[in-house]
T-cell receptor, first 116, second 111 residues
Framework: GAVVSQHPSWVICKSGTSVKIECRSL??????MFWYRQFPKQSLMLMAT?????????EQGVEKDKFLINHASLTLSTLTVTSAHPEDSSFYIC????????????FGPGTRLTVT | QKEVEQDPGPLSVPEGAIVSLNCTYS??????FMWYRQYSRKGPELLMY????GNKEDGRFTAQVDKSSKYISLFIRDSQPSDSATYLC???????????FGTGTRLTIIP
């Protein structure tokens, strides 16, 4: 089956620093990747949609200058949390859509970010 | 009103019982409905999807959609401790890539 990986799986950083999270589709080409945030005991909230080679589309209320998304290839998208603050601590999950699928998204295992 | 409403639980049932998980949605334009399972500190995995009213069965899992009532359900037969997880319903529109998730229901199967 389709596999999506994320790196790192867990990261702790100090307030004010930046953190980069990678999302890779391992055995398929992903024209579209999605970034979600999930707070404890809450559902996944879509942050942005990124298409390979073009700028990401951010959901309302998500600061694009704070959450930088780059989708440089059909197998890699990165999310950089800039100037992180404790309120950015969350579980970040990416998903990727196989170019042959009209609806199915394959999810990565998630990255737990803790900002101290 | 949230687009997808789901009882957050938690729900605890004994092993072997039939589990019923439910969601309601508000937008009648929704076309595809999915159920995802998420283990603690892991990403969601797709269990089932459907796009029409009626039942769809896959092993111990049955997804049911009632578009007239805007109601979707997931039934788990012969529940196992390994079924203990959070179950998320989701929907999307045909041609729209975005998924909208319910809040998830935490399920515990008691051995």
């Amino acid at each position: 089956g389709a596999v999506v990986s994320q790196h790192p799986s867990w990261v702790i950083c100090k307030s004010g620093t930046s953190v980069k999270i990678e999302c890779r589709s391992l055995d398929f080409q992903a024209t579209t990747m999605f970034w979600y945030r999930q707070f404890p005991k809450q559902s996944l909230m879509l942050m942005a949609t990124s298409n390979e080679g073009s700028k990401a589309t951010y959901e309302q209320g998500v600061e694009k200058d704070k959450f930088l998304i780059n989708h440089a290839s059909l197998t890699l998208s990165t999310l950089t949390v800039t100037s992180a603050h404790p309120e950015d601590s969350s579980f970040y999950i990416c998903s990727a859509r196989d170019r042959g699928s009209s609806y199915e998204q394959y999810f990565g295992p998630g990255t737990r970010l803790t900002v101290t | 009103q949230k687009e997808v409403e789901q009882d957050p639980g938690p729900l605890s049932v004994p092993e072997g019982a039939i589990v019923s998980l439910n969601c309601t949605y508000s937008n009648s334009a929704f076309q595809y409905f999915m159920w995802y399972r998420q283990y603690s500190r892991k990403g969601p995995e797709l269990l089932m999807y459907t796009y029409s009213s009626g039942n769809k069965e896959d092993g111990r899992f049955t997804a049911q959609v009632d578009k007239s009532s805007k109601y979707i359900s997931l039934f788990i037969r012969d529940s196992q401790p390994s079924d203990s997880a959070t179950y998320l319903c989701a929907r999307t529109n045909f041609g729209n890539e975005k998924l909208t998730f319910g809040t998830g229901t935490r399920l515990t199967i008691i051995p």
